[in-house]
Structures are given as structure tokens and as C-alpha cells.
């Protein structure tokens, strides 16, 4: 059983670090900036940095004790593990998942949020635009693009059909009816981001903020950047995670919308024939295609097969 804390705070932003000694100082200040409110804190969870990550969050804890504090892992969990597993230690009404090497350029976004969320109670979650920027130019910053919801506040169904993206970076939301547990399909994933925009929205609504908040930090040495794409044990992972998530959106909500598998046993098949295991291409091909998948996805994977059969075509990831 984890232990709550400050059980009176309205707001707090967990706030992820690993190896971000060169970001996380600007990273803290933009919170400490935060103007027009004051009961929120600001949880900093390391992930067993081997850089001097670990000394800053202490002087800033020192230097600001009722505004900082730190979970500091005892071994490196990784993104998902990190995010979920701190995040049940702290109780707050609302939440902001930050990460330590980005910065929230809106002085005003917690008190922004907090108002929207606080006078709708149908709203699960807020967010607001952003910029990205590559670590080494922070002068060319380039607009993330939130698209427009067809409507605002909109629901899961109104999101599903077109799926225009949701600024992970700049979300507060509401921790009532956030999931209180989690599984170990959801520690083990690699796409905590999209895991968590579904979590929201699958229990309340969400409200565009029409304004920029967050800088997002392209790094060289980031997460997506050093992913082996051909490593085939990163999409059984992706596999486990939409199956479950398929069976809590369909237990828990009476939704069917993640029960297609098509892109997780195609890109398995696929890599499997681009290391000449054919009859381990052939098992999942034949799973991608019974999947419930539309005429040109299944058109666009036999092309490829046969590409990579005849032609010693290498299918890029």
C-alpha cells in the first residue's frame, strides 16, 4: 500500500528525471516562475541518474522545502515504471506530469488550468499548445500544432475518429477517477504518453487551451531517438500493451476501440522475414491479416512480404 501525502494540496506536478543535469535547473525554475497560485508542489522522481541530476534536486528541495521534494528510485525502473509507480505516492486533486528536461514557458498555465478544470466537473483533463526545440538552438523553437477539437471540451468519442493530437506536455488534470492501480502491462510499456491521453479520456472530457505553455527539448540522447526499431521485442511489448488496454477500456468502459492488432503483428512480421525467419513471418502475417484491418493496410503488408521475399528488400521501421 503506497503512503498518501499532503492530503490538502490542490495541485501537484511530478516532474520525471533521469541523466538531466544540463536541463533540469531551467526545468524546476519554469515551475517556481508559476504566477497566481500557491498551494501546489512540485515532486521530482529520479530514475537512478549516474550524472549530478540527484545533487541539484537536493538544493532545490534545500532551498525551496515547501515547494520541492523528490522520489528518488533505488534502481532505475524506466519511463512508464517511474511515471505510474510515483504517481501513486502522491495525493493532490489535480496533476501535472512534467519531464526534466522540458520547460512550461507559460507563466500562467497552472493557475489557467486549475480555474478551467475547477468550474467543469465533467472535464477529466485540460492542455495547452507548445513549442519544440532542438537542445542545442533554443532560439528556433518550432510549434508542436495541437489541432483544434471539432468541439471543446470534447469527449473520447469525439476524439477517436480523427485522433488529432494532445499536447502531452502541458496536461493538468483531474486524479479522481484516474486509475488508482495499474497492472503490469501499463509499468511495463513504452508508450506512457499514449497510455496516459487514453487514461483521461476515457473517464471525462477534455478543454484546449488555445495558447502556447510548453517547451518540449529534442534531445540527440533521448528515449526515441536510441530505440532500436528491428529490435522485435519492443512490439511484443506494444502487443501486450494494447491487449491491455483493450481488455480495460472493455471492462471498465464498454469501449471496443483497441482490439485491432493489425500494426503490432505486421511490423513483427516484418522484422522477423528482414532476419530470414520465415516461418516466424508467416505465423504473425497471418495474424495481421486476420486482424480487422481495411483492404490497403492489408494490401500495403502482402506488397512488403513479397518485397522482402523476392527482392531482399529490408522493411524500414
Known amino acids: 500500500m503506497h503512503k498518501k501525502i499532503n492530503s490538502e494540496l490542490n495541485?501537484?506536478?511530478?516532474m520525471l528525471s533521469y541523466n538531466a543535469e544540463r536541463y533540469i535547473e531551467e526545468a524546476i525554475k519554469s515551475f517556481l516562475n508559476q504566477?497566481?497560485?500557491t498551494n501546489w508542489k512540485l515532486y521530482i522522481a529520479d530514475d537512478l541518474s549516474a550524472d549530478k541530476s540527484r545533487e541539484i534536486i537536493i538544493k532545490y528541495k534545500k532551498s525551496y522545502p515547501e515547494k520541492v521534494d523528490y522520489f528518488f528510485?533505488?534502481?532505475n525502473l524506466g519511463i512508464s515504471k517511474n511515471l505510474f509507480t510515483n504517481y501513486l505516492k502522491i495525493k493532490s486533486k489535480y496533476v501535472v506530469f512534467a519531464s526534466g528536461d522540458d520547460i512550461m514557458e507559460d507563466q500562467f498555465f497552472l493557475y489557467s488550468s486549475y480555474n478551467i478544470l475547477k468550474k467543469d466537473n465533467s472535464l477529466s483533463f485540460t492542455y495547452a499548445n507548445g513549442h519544440s526545440f532542438n537542445e542545442f538552438d533554443k532560439s528556433n523553437v518550432k510549434p508542436i500544432n495541437c489541432a483544434p477539437p471539432p468541439q471543446?471540451?470534447?469527449?473520447?468519442g469525439e476524439w477517436a475518429p480523427k485522433k488529432f493530437y494532445i499536447n502531452i506536455h502541458a496536461i493538468m488534470f483531474r486524479t479522481e477517477k484516474?486509475?488508482?492501480k495499474f497492472e503490469n502491462w501499463v509499468f511495463e510499456s513504452q508508450t506512457d504518453d499514449y497510455l496516459h491521453r487514453i487514461f483521461l479520456l476515457l473517464v471525462g472530457k477534455g478543454f484546449y487551451q488555445?495558447?502556447?505553455?510548453s517547451l518540449y527539448r529534442i534531445r540527440a540522447d533521448g528515449a526515441q531517438n536510441l530505440t532500436d526499431k528491428n529490435n522485435v521485442e519492443l512490439y511484443f511489448k506494444s502487443l501486450k500493451t494494447m491487449k491491455g488496454l483493450d481488455k480495460y477500456a472493455r471492462n471498465n468502459?464498454?469501449?471496443?476501440?483497441?482490439?485491432n492488432f493489425f500494426g503490432q503483428y505486421s511490423v513483427i512480421s516484418m522484422i522477423y522475414m528482414s532476419k530470414k525467419s520465415y516461418l516466424r513471418s508467416i505465423y504473425y502475417l497471418a495474424l495481421a491479416?486476420?486482424?480487422?484491418?481495411?483492404?490497403?493496410?492489408?494490401?500495403l503488408l502482402l506488397k512488403t512480404l513479397l518485397k522482402s521475399l523476392f527482392f531482399n528488400y529490408t522493411p524500414k521501421f
Open 253 to 259: 468502459f464498454s469501449i471496443n476501440a483497441f482490439n
Open 73 to 75: 528510485n533505488e534502481r
Open 289 to 299: 491479416v486476420k486482424e480487422r484491418s481495411n483492404f490497403l493496410e492489408k494490401k
Open 11 to 14: 495541485i501537484a506536478v511530478l
Open 35 to 37: 504566477k497566481g497560485i
Open 210 to 213: 488555445n495558447k502556447f505553455s
Open 178 to 180: 484516474y486509475p488508482s
Open 152 to 156: 471543446n471540451p470534447f469527449s473520447f
